[in-house]
C-alpha cells in the first residue's frame, strides 16, 4: 500500500544515485560521442576536424575486427562456462563435511584478491612458461613434450586466468545459495531412494537457478572488459589470436593516443555491450523476477 | 560582493609567495630499470648538494611509464618536472614544442663529450631536448664455452649467414641447449625492435621516400623468413611470447648459445650473483648481410623538461647531475665502474679503469657507433629512427605488425600471409593519417 | 556400518577438497615462495619448493625503493572511501527500490548495470582531460569518486536483492506501532540489513582494492596506490621475479587477510538475492 506520499520519498531517495549515474554516463559518454566524430589525435594538438563516421568506419573495417569480437564472446563464454561449472562443484565440495572445511574455504577464495596483472605475470612467467615455467617441469617429469600454452592455445590460456581469479566469486555465491537448500527435502527424497545425481538435478540445480543467473550477469559485465590479462600475457597474439574488443581499441588507438577512434571504439563497445546485456536479460531475467 | 575578488587575490598572492620561500620539489617519472633504481637510490647526494630541491619519484615500468608521461604531456597535464623518455619521443615531442631546449645545464656539463650518435638522436634544429642517462645498441652475446665445444669461432663482426649456421650448429634440443634466442613477444618496442633493425642489415625498410609502405618487397620476405626459419631450427620454444626479459632469463640458465639483444643485457649476463654463465660470455657486433648496414639498433633513456613547468631550472640542476661526468664517479665509488649507466660519454670509454671493469665496454661503444639514426636503411628513407619510425603513429602501428610477425613465428600464419597483412595494414593506416594518398 | 562409511566418505571427500584447495592455492603460494628466494634462484630449473636459502633481500630492497605505507594507505583510502560513499548512496535507492517498486524498477536496475559496460579503454582520453580541467589529477578525491561510481551499480543491486528478503510485514508492523520513517531505518531495517550491507562492503573493496585502470592511469605519486607500487617492480630491463613477488605478496597481503578474517561476513550476505 504505497501512499503518494511514501512514493515521493522513494523518489528522493532514490534520486542522488540515479542522478550521480546519469552524470557518469552523460558525460564520459557525451564526451566520447563527441570525440568520435572528430579527427583527434592528443600528439597532434590543433589538427581536431569533424569527419562525420570516419572513426567508425576505420574501426569498423578493422581486419581484425570480427575476430576480436568473436575472441570477447568466447573468452566471455569460456570464462563463463568454467566458473559457473567449477563453482558449482567446488560448492557442494566444500558444503560436504570434511575435515578442515574452514581452511579449505580459505585456500579457494584466495584468488580472487590477487589484482589481474599479478596473477598474469605469475601465470605467464613461472607456471605456462614452455622452458622455464612449472608445467613445462611437470610435463617433462612426466616424459612429455611441453605445450607452448600462450602461443598455441592463446585464448584459451588466458581463459584459463581470468577463469582461476573468477572461481572464487562463484563458488561464494554458490555455495551461499547451497547452504539455505532445505536438508529435510534431501533427506526425503533419499529416503524415496534417489540418487546423487538425481538429488543433484533435480533438486539442488533448480534451487540454484537464481544463483547462477546472478555469477552470470555480474561475471560478464566484468569479462566483457577483461584487459590486463591480455597486455601481459599474450599482447593479444600471436597475431590477433587473442585480441578481444578493449585490446583492440588499444592497439589501434589508445597506443597511438587517437582519441577519435577511441573514442569510436568505445562507443561500438558500448552497443555490444548492451545487446549482450539485453540478451542476458531477456534469457535470465525471469530468474530474477520474484 | 565587490571585496570576493579582492579576498581572492589575496589569498592567490598569499599563496604564490608561500610557494616561492618554499624549496622546490621536483617530482620525477622514471623506468624501473637497474640504472635509474640506482639514480634513486644516489639521491641525497644531489639533495645534499641542493638543499633547497626536494626529489620525488615515480618509478614505473616501461609501457606504463610511457603512457602516463605521454598522456600529461599531450594534455599539459603538468604532473612530472622531468620525464624519463626514449629516442623515440624526443624528436616528435620537441617538433611539438612540448619540451624545454636544455640550455642551462651548467658550464662545466661538456655537452661535446657526449657519444655524437645519441647525441645526434636528441637533437633537434641543432638544440638538445634531452640528456642521455644511459644509452644501449644491440649486439650479439654468445656462449663462449658451447663455441668452443662445436669448434666455432665467433668472429668479431659476423654474418647474418654465419650466425644462423653457428645457432644450428649449437642447437641440442634434447638437453635444453637452443643455438639462439630473439625477441618474439610481438609490440613496438619488442620484437619489431628486433626486426626493424635486423631489416635494415637484409636491404629492407618500413617506408619509401614517399611513405609508401614496403611489406610487399623482397627484402622483407627474405628477412622474416630467415628469422622464422632460424627460430624453427634453433630457437627455443615459446619464442613468440618472449621480449627482453624472458630471453634474459633463458640466457642466464643456460639455455640460449646466442642472445642478439640490448647491450645493456652484458652487465647482467656477466653477472655471477644473477648468471649461472657468467664466465662463459662473449660478445660480437650485431650481424650484417654485407649492405653496409649492420642490424643493430640504438636508444637512449633521456631525461626531459616538459614546456609549462615552473621549476626548469631546478629541474636543469638535477639533470645535469644525473647525466654529468661526476654521477659516473659517483656511481664508481659506491658501486664500482662497471655500474655506472653506459653508453653516453666518449670519456667514459677512455676511462681505463672502467675499460677494466667492464669487459663489453668496447664492444658496446663500438656498437653504438655502428648505428646512424639519421640514415638508418640500405636506401633512402623519409624518417628517422633505427628500430622505430620516428612518427606518432608507429607504436600502434609497429604493435599492430608485430602482432602479425608474432604470428608468423607461432607459425599460425605463413610468412607471406603475414607480410600481406602487415602492407595492408600499413596502408590503411598511412592513407588514414595522410602521408599517402 | 553406517558410520565406518561416513569416515570414509568423510575422507575421501576431504582428500578431494584439499587437493583442488591446494591447486587452486598454489600460484598464490607459489608467488610467497618465490618472493624469498633470490634472482637466479626464482628462475632455477628444476624450481625448488621449500629447501632453498631463504632471503629477506627481496622485501629490504622494496623496502628501501618504494613507500609502501604511503601506498598501501592510498589503497585503503581509495577502496574504502569509495564504497562506503556508494553505500551512503546507494542504501536509500535500493530501499525505495525495495519496498516501493515501480513498474520501472527493473529497468533502472538494468541501466544502473549497463553503465558499468563503459570499457575503460575506450573513455581513458575523456576522463582524464575532465580530470585534468578539474585539477583533479594525482588526486585521492577523483579516483574515490570514480571507484564509486564505477562499483555503485554492484552496490545497489547487492542491497536490493538483500533488502527484498526482507519480509515488508516487519515494515508495516512497525509503521502501525506509530514508527517514523528514520526510526524504522533505524530500529527496523539497519538490524535486519547489517549482514547485507557488510558483504556489500566487504565485496566492493576487493573491487576496488584490485581495480588497475584508473588509479594507475589517474595518479602520479601523491595519490599512488598498490597498483602504481606493484608497476614500479613488474618488467625492467633485468630479471624481476623474486622482487615482484616480494611486492606482490605485500599488495595482496592487506586485502587477503581481510578477506580472510571476513568472509563469514562476506559469505554472508553474498546471495543478490539467489536465496529465496
Known sequence: MATKQTQVTAKIMMSPAVLMLLAWMIVPLGMTLYFSFLRYNLLMPGMEEFTGFGNYEFFLTDPAFLEALGNTLLLVGGVLLATVIGGTFLAILIDQPIWGRGIVRLLVIAPFFVMPTVSALVWKNMLMHPVNGLFAWITRGLGAEPVDWLADLPLFSITVIVAWGWLPFATLIILTALQSLDSEQKEAAEMDGAGPISIFWFITLPHLSRALTVVTLIETIFLLSVFAEIYVTTGGGPGTASTNLPFLIYIQALLQYDAGTASAGGVVAIILANIVAIFLIRMIGKNLET | ?437 | MARAVTTQRKLAFTIIAWTVGLTLFFPVLWTILTSFKTEGEAIATPPTFFFFDWTLENYVEVQERSNYLRHAMNSVVISVGSTLLGLLVAIPAAWSMAFSPTKRTKDILMWMLSTKMLPAVGVLMPIYLMCQWLGLLDSLVALVAILMLMNLPIIVWMLYTYFKEIPGDILEAARMDGASLGKEIIYVLTPMAVPGIASTLLLNIILAWNEAFWTLNLTASKAAPLTAFIASYSSPEGLFWAKLSAASTLAIAPILVMGWFSQKQLVRGLTFGAVK
Open chain 2, 1 to 437: 560582493m565587490r571585496f570576493m575578488p579582492i579576498l581572492l587575490g589575496t589569498c592567490a598572492a598569499a599563496l604564490l609567495a608561500g610557494q616561492a620561500l618554499a624549496e622546490t620539489t621536483l617530482t620525477i617519472a622514471t623506468v624501473n630499470n637497474g640504472d635509474m633504481i640506482r639514480m634513486q637510490k644516489l639521491t641525497d647526494d644531489f639533495t645534499a648538494k641542493h638543499p633547497d630541491i626536494k626529489v620525488e619519484w615515480v618509478t614505473m615500468e616501461e609501457n606504463v611509464l610511457r603512457q602516463k608521461v605521454t598522456t600529461d604531456i599531450a594534455t599539459k597535464g603538468g604532473q612530472y618536472d622531468i620525464m624519463t623518455i626514449g629516442t623515440y619521443e624526443v624528436p616528435i615531442w620537441a617538433k611539438q614544442g612540448w619540451l624545454v631546449p636544455l640550455e642551462s645545464l651548467g658550464a662545466d656539463y661538456d655537452v661535446d663529450d657526449l657519444l655524437p650518435a645519441i647525441r645526434g638522436g636528441l637533437t633537434v634544429e641543432d638544440k638538445l631536448y634531452a640528456a642521455p642517462f644511459y644509452g644501449e645498441s644491440s649486439m650479439v652475446m654468445y656462449r663462449t664455452d658451447l663455441f668452443e665445444k662445436a669448434g666455432l669461432d665467433m668472429p668479431d663482426a659476423p654474418s647474418w649467414d654465419f650466425v644462423a649456421e653457428a645457432a644450428r650448429k649449437i642447437t641440442d634440443k634434447d638437453n635444453e641447449v637452443y643455438g639462439i634466442c630473439l625477441r618474439g613477444k610481438a609490440g613496438w618496442g619488442e620484437n619489431m625492435a628486433f626486426l626493424t633493425a635486423t631489416a635494415n642489415s637484409f636491404g629492407a625498410r618500413w617506408f619509401d621516400e614517399n611513405w609508401q609502405p614496403q611489406f610487399d618487397q623482397p627484402e622483407w620476405k627474405q628477412t622474416l623468413q630467415f628469422y622464422v626459419d632460424l627460430m624453427e631450427d634453433a630457437g627455443p620454444p615459446g619464442a613468440s611470447s618472449n621480449g627482453f626479459n624472458e630471453n634474459l632469463a633463458l640466457f642466464q640458465t643456460g639455455k640460449c648459445g646466442m642472445w642478439i639483444d640490448a647491450t645493456v643485457a652484458a652487465s647482467f649476463v656477466t653477472n655471477p650473483d644473477e648468471s649461472q654463465v657468467a664466465d662463459k660470455v662473449g660478445f660480437a657486433l650485431a650481424p650484417d648481410n654485407g649492405l653496409g648496414k649492420r642490424g643493430n639498433w640504438l636508444w637512449a633513456w633521456s631525461l626531459a623538461v616538459p614546456a609549462g613547468s615552473e621549476k626548469t631550472e631546478a629541474a636543469q640542476e638535477f639533470i645535469s647531475w644525473a647525466t654529468g661526468k661526476d654521477y659516473a664517479k659517483l656511481v664508481a665509488a659506491k658501486e664500482g665502474w662497471a655500474n655506472v649507466p653506459p653508453g653516453t660519454r666518449t670519456s667514459l670509454y677512455e676511462n681505463p679503469m672502467y675499460q677494466e671493469a667492464a669487459p663489453f665496454a668496447e664492444m658496446t661503444l663500438e656498437s653504438i657507433k655502428a648505428a646512424d639514426p639519421k640514415h638508418p636503411t640500405v636506401d633512402p628513407v623519409p624518417y628517422v629512427g633505427v628500430q622505430f619510425v620516428a612518427i606518432p603513429e608507429f607504436q600502434g602501428l609497429g604493435t599492430a605488425v608485430g602482432q602479425q610477425f608474432s604470428a608468423a613465428l607461432a607459425g599460425q600464419v605463413s610468412v607471406d600471409q603475414a607480410l600481406k597483412n602487415a602492407q595492408t595494414l600499413t596502408e590503411r593506416e598511412m592513407k588514414r593519417s595522410g602521408y599517402i594518398k
